[in-house]
């Protein structure tokens, strides 16, 4: 099993070169459409549908936990997909949430202003037009990558693979990437690995729970949320009520994925005045 990440620059063809390499390998291939689906099936489609490769606004991020919420759910959905086998993912910080495994490669497919506007034009857009768009997904794209992970989106050192399509064409492009998926440098993936993405999906779905709850700023800062073993999550921390600490459960034991609970939350009474 192996697992090919496609973070791309508007008007560079990225998409076109991920759907080809996905083709020809016979992997599944996830875009907007197929998160969407697994994020319907984890009964999160909306959250996700917030998170659009674009950050919150300033108002959002400073007066709300939904933002942290959405990606949280963001990110267990493209784990439990990663599980599903091979694939190619398209964007949404695939490359940050993989990293770590030796199976992914992640590719960056990047061009100069002037070759992506030609392609838009190419496309039916005016100059202006084209340009407008171009800054705008940049931006956008940028401001979430830093949002979500705090690095740099265009930072060459998190991919493996940089395509500059300013001399490639795409089949030249879709050639060099199969040949490093095909090549001794990239393994499969391992047990150890599929488990690992599971737990790390259920972490995500689990501290979202959490998040999301009525008094969910009492949770978040007091409580951590940890996954020990499949299916197994354990809560931590301090609760001022016994009350708290029963909630905090309820909260858990509702989370899909969620078998068992190891509750070591303590519960700490604050005598009045202090």
């Known amino acids: ?55 919150p606004t300033l108002f959002h991020r400073i007066f709300s936990q939904r933002p942290i919420v959405y990606l949280e759910r963001l990110y267990s959905v493209l784990y439990e997909l990663a599980k599903q086998g091979d694939a190619v993912f398209l964007g949404r910080g695939s490359h940050l949430l993989l990293r770590d495994f030796p199976c992914a490669l992640h590719v960056w497919v990047t061009a100069s202003p002037e070759t992506r506007i030609r392609t838009l034009r190419n496309q039916g857009w005016t100059r202006e037009a084209a340009a407008h768009a171009l800054k705008r997904s940049d931006d956008e794209r940028t401001a979430l990558v830093k949002f979500a992970f705090g690095v740099d989106w265009e930072d060459p050192t998190r991919y493996d693979l940089v395509l500059n399509m300013d001399k490639l064409t795409v089949p030249v492009a879709v050639s060099t990437v199969l040949h490093v998926v095909r090549s001794p440098v990239l393994s499969d993936a391992s047990a150890d690995a599929l488990r690992t993405l599971g737990m790390l999906a259920l972490a995500r779905r689990a501290e979202a729970a959490l998040m999301e709850a009525t008094g969910a700023q009492r949770f978040v800062s007091s409580l951590s949320v940890s996954v020990v073993a499949p299916g197994t999550v354990r809560v931590s921390g301090d609760a001022e009520t016994a009350e708290t600490k029963a909630t905090a459960e309820t909260i858990l034991r509702a989370v899909k994925g969620v078998e068992a609970i190891e509750n070591a939350i303590r519960v700490v009474t604050i005598p009045l005045g202090a």
Do not use: C
């Open 1 to 55: 099993m192996k697992w090919i990440t496609v973070s791309r620059k508007m008007g560079t063809h990225g998409s076109d070169i991920a759907k080809w390499v996905a083709n020809d390998l016979g992997y599944r291939f996830y875009d907007t459409e197929a998160i969407s689906q697994m994020a319907q099936e984890l009964g999160v489609l909306e959250n996700v549908r917030e998170i659009d490769e674009k950050a």
